[in-house]
């Protein structure tokens, strides 16, 4: 059982930023591709980012392309999403996921492992 925790959600202006981290409890973590997701009410969780095992792959809806960045440190078990330039419609529940593989999917359902999500509204 992989466990993590996110942190980093909140309330912010359009066009503001957040730092959402996703800190991971096992020490294998560096080999695991990770994902960032996210779900509004009445909608299905949708793939936001992802970052290979190496971090040299990365990959990000096309809704957020140019304003999220993933990163991961593998020495503090932790993947980041830089989200800038927030639109209220970024509004969500936002989650990372592994299911211990080397490559990141932006399938929701390919996934086994997730954290308890951290609330992100974003006020116009």
């Known amino acids: 059982q992989v466990h993590m925790v996110e942190s980093g959600g909140g309330l912010v202006q359009a066009g503001g930023s957040l730092r959402l981290s996703c800190a991971a409890s096992?020490?294998?973590?560096?080999?695991?591709?990770m994902g960032w997701f996210r779900q509004s009410p009445g909608n299905e969780r949708e793939f936001v980012a992802g970052?290979?095992?190496?971090?040299?792959?990365?990959g990000y809806a096309d809704s957020v392309k140019g304003r999220f960045t993933i990163s991961r440190d593998d020495a503090k078990n932790t993947v980041y999403l830089q989200m800038n330039s927030l639109k209220p419609e970024d509004t969500a529940v936002y989650y990372c996921?592994?299911?211990?593989?080397?490559?990141?999917?932006?399938?929701?359902?390919?996934?086994?492992?997730w954290g308890q999500g951290t609330q992100v509204t974003v006020s116009s």
């Open positions: 996921a592994t299911d211990r593989r080397l490559a990141f999917s932006n399938n929701w359902k390919e996934y086994r492992y």
């Open positions: 096992e020490r294998s973590f560096s080999t695991y591709a």
């Open positions: 970052i290979g095992w190496s971090g040299d792959s990365t």
